[in-house]
């Protein structure tokens, strides 16, 4: 396995401290979260930013190695092994509510990092085993439906007011979870009536992919609660909703207050680097394989995170995605800082778009 390879398989690290946290009781049941929301956003800080992207040697060979696949396919098992194990410690009835407490949030993370945020990337991959996968990841936090919105609804519509995955200016982060939970469940259910429409199939029918997710989870949710009683199954259901809650949350930094031009009623402009927020801390972005650089993800969406480029032009968060998570939490200080980027943003574009016309008219010799 290649250096490159490798630093990926630190993901690892945290799979460990999961069931460490899971299999501990005082402060080191926490250690999970710990690491994830302290010494992650301490290293990215500590740790000078990486721009560096590939040459389109190293690029074409990164493409072509399965290796970077494998620490994908690796996490499926390892993430329902986890939600396994926290099933049965929080059966224990004579676990104190501080250790429970740290086990549910746990497993919250376990469903945003190693549930939603690999789901996602094996979601725009196009064979059906990798998109299976895909599904079974997002089985485990109860978010089936993303698949369909997020792919065929949030880059369709991304950094726009169509978009209920795409937060506005000023936008509080707890008002984005509830606009982007419902708004994206209905728009789901939409995108499957136009996809059965079009196919002219029936929409009360198994075909009906919505429909498909809600049995599966349903009958997921009824075997835990056989298995382990409702209690258990209630721990679970929190858990997964702390996961979707930390998946909607980077929803709302990744795009917050920047919007696409119009370019006539209904029509957007072409999604373009600048419409996504980036950070190249390389903690984080190893953590989330390379979800930070999301600029070149929404600008095509079938390129592996391996080989994800920075863009120079594009705007970049201040810190990592970890911090900018519990950042978002606190609205004033979240405006105050993002405010002042967004305002340092547009100064350059500003500055960028005064040099362009100076080199056109000197071009013309108007100069």
Known sequence: MNANVLKYSAVFIAVGLAFLSLSSTGWLAYVAPIYIFLLVPVLDFLLPSDERNMTKAEEKIAKADRSYDYVLYAIVPLQFTILAYFLYRVSDPGLMLVDRIAYIFTMGISCVSFGINVAHELGHRHTKMEQNMSKALLLSTMYMHFFIEHNRGHHKNVSTDDDPASADKWEIVYLFWIKSVVLGYISAWKLEADRLRKAEIPFLSLKNEMIQYLLIQIGFAALIGMAFGPVVLLQFLIAASIGVLFLETVNYLEHYGLRRDKVQEGIYE??????????????????????????????????????????????????????????????????????????????????????????????????
Request: aromatic content about 12%.
């Open 270 to 367: 072409k999604v373009q680097p600048h419409h996504s927020w980036n950070s190249n801390h390389p903690v984080g972005r190893i953590m989330l394989f390379e979800l930070t650089r999301h600029s070149d993800h929404h600008y095509n969406a079938s390129r592996k995170y391996q080989v994800l480029r920075h863009f120079p032009d594009a705007p970049q968060m201040p810190m990592g995605y970890p911090a900018m998570i519990l950042l978002t939490f606190v609205p004033p200080l979240w405006f105050l800082v993002m405010h002042r980027e967004i305002a340092k943003y547009e100064e350059r574009v500003k500055g960028f778009e005064q040099q362009q016309q100076e080199s056109n008219f000197g071009n013309l010799g108007l100069g």
